[in-house]
């Protein structure tokens, strides 16, 4: 693994270097898949695209199995989201406050100097190898998109998935662990959301498994991750978070499996993923839509998971049978989940289907977890409860090449606050019916002025404008 690292750097040295995702790929495989290369490897691959496709790149992008290249081993090389249990040295998910808990994701002062200025960059060509089959035009919309962003400045996944400026659901000096786990998540895998989402048809089976692989090892983050926000917050109050107003945009709501894998038989309300040849051929509409948003922020997902039960349901992230197989929540999160869920208090319906069957039952049914659920209960009323252990934050991981600098030259965040302030402490979770209609009276009055407002400087620039001689006749 290290041999690679320092081997993918030098290649990268040469500026007309061009298809190291690939080479990343194959040593992804010849490393981990010990045993199994020969047939992750069973087909051909173009390193290099067509001579008149050639073009310079700006060096090595990154990679999910590699994305550490450049930061030193320590602390900042650990999986981005990844709770760890406490030692002695570690940010804690949650800050204090009376602490300046800014500091404890490292330096400000070192962390301004090394940030700067936004070091993301471009990639003014195609990483891969588009199919023989592609169509032209199908051919000529992806180009466009890339061409689009290269116009900008910016790599087309930097503008479909942005963080800087975007609304956190939490604010990030009260929670710096929270907060680094979660720029890191994104930023390292944010390339495998856009490339996932547009599925773009590829050149062969094997380059078709790679991206696969790449989203599967989003969603392990991305797991990671939650578990992460559960075990801080607890269940309901995480929900509480996130479906607040303007409050979800940096929470990656795909990863949806394709229509015709055994994952799409659970019965998803989302759509499954298609092959953008697939959408161009049968559903122009869509494709028309998909390829005129791909480079709008979030819009490339618009049609996956909506709400947090779903994806947490259909992903198996419940279920208390497969922690073997690294595909559910930390033990620590399903007990906080069991906490919750056991509460007596009212919440809206879609946070709990049923607690009588399905996984809600297995996991009210686990001994091992309910025994850790009475524990942690009994930690929470006494205020012992310890919360999960963020490796630091590192400045040099800003300078990885397309990551977002994870603060400013002033040390304050990239990332907005929350749009909408949540009390953890509040022990209401939903509306009453007479509240939800008051509620969307406001709305809909809000609505209304804001109309009003709207005509009324339209007319008013309109008495304001200066008429012709023509017009002050016709109106005598």
Not at 100 to 121: Q, V
Not at 299 to 317: I, R, V
Request: hydrophobic share 40%.
């Amino acid at each position: 693994m290290e041999l690679w690292r320092e081997m993918r750097q030098l290649l990268a040295v040469n500026n007309s270097s061009i298809g190291l995702r690939v080479l990343d790929d194959m040593a992804a495989a010849l490393i981990n898949e010990r045993g199994r290369a020969a047939a992750t490897l069973d087909t051909p691959v173009l390193v290099l695209p067509l001579p008149s496709k050639m073009a310079s790149t700006v060096g090595v992008l990154p990679h999910p199995d590699f994305v550490d290249a450049v930061v030193p081993a320590g602390p900042a090389a650990v999986p981005a989201a990844v709770p760890q249990k406490r030692a002695s040295s570690g940010t804690p998910a949650k800050g204090y406050k009376s602490k300046k808990p800014r500091s404890s994701t490292g330096s400000a002062k070192s962390s301004m100097s090394d940030s700067g200025s936004s070091t993301e960059t471009t990639s003014p060509t195609l990483d891969f190898e588009l199919s023989t089959d592609t169509p032209a035009d199908v051919r000529q919309a992806i180009e466009t998109i890339y061409a689009k962003a290269e116009a900008a400045k910016r790599t087309p996944y930097q503008l479909a998935y942005p963080w800087e400026a975007i609304p956190l659901w939490y604010d990030p000096e009260d929670y710096p662990g929270v907060h680094v786990a979660h720029w890191r998540l994104w930023n390292a895998f944010r390339a495998t959301f856009f490339e996932w989402a547009l599925h773009a048809p590829l050149s062969s089976s094997s380059a078709q498994a790679q991206r696969r692989k790449r989203m599967m090892a989003a969603i392990r983050e991305r797991l990671c991750s939650l578990s992460l926000c559960i075990e801080t917050w607890g269940y309901y109050n995480f929900l509480r978070r996130l479906e607040a107003k303007v409050n979800r945009d940096l929470m990656w709501w795909g990863g949806q499996a394709g229509r015709r894998t055994p994952e799409a038989a659970k019965g998803y309300t989302c759509s499954p993923i298609r092959d953008l040849l697939d959408l161009y051929e049968n559903e122009p509409a869509e494709y028309r839509r998909m390829v005129r948003d791909a480079l709008k922020p979030f819009q490339l997902d618009a049609g996956s998971f909506k709400m947090m039960t779903e994806l947490l349901e259909k992903t198996d992230a419940l279920d208390p049978d497969l922690a073997e197989n690294d595909k559910q929540h930390s033990d620590t999160a399903l007990a906080r989940i069991i906490v919750d869920i056991t509460r007596p208090v009212a919440v809206p319906k879609h946070w709990v289907p049923a607690l009588t069957e399905g996984v809600w039952r297995k996991l009210l049914d686990d001994k091992r977890l309910s025994d850790l659920a009475l524990k942690i209960s009994r930690q929470l009323q006494t205020d012992k409860y310890d919360g999960p252990i963020v490796p630091e934050y590192n400045p040099k991981e800003s300078r990885i090449k397309g990551f977002t600098p994870f603060m400013r030259q002033d040390g304050t965040p990239t990332a907005a606050g929350p749009a909408t302030e949540i009390d953890d402490d509040d022990p209401k979770y939903c509306l009453t019916s007479d509240e939800e209609v008051a509620d969307a009276l406001a709305d809909a009055e809000a609505k209304d002025a804001a109309k009003s407002a709207a005509l009324e400087a339209a007319f008013a620039e309109d008495d304001a404008t200066p008429k012709s001689a023509d017009e002050e006749e016709d109106e005598d």
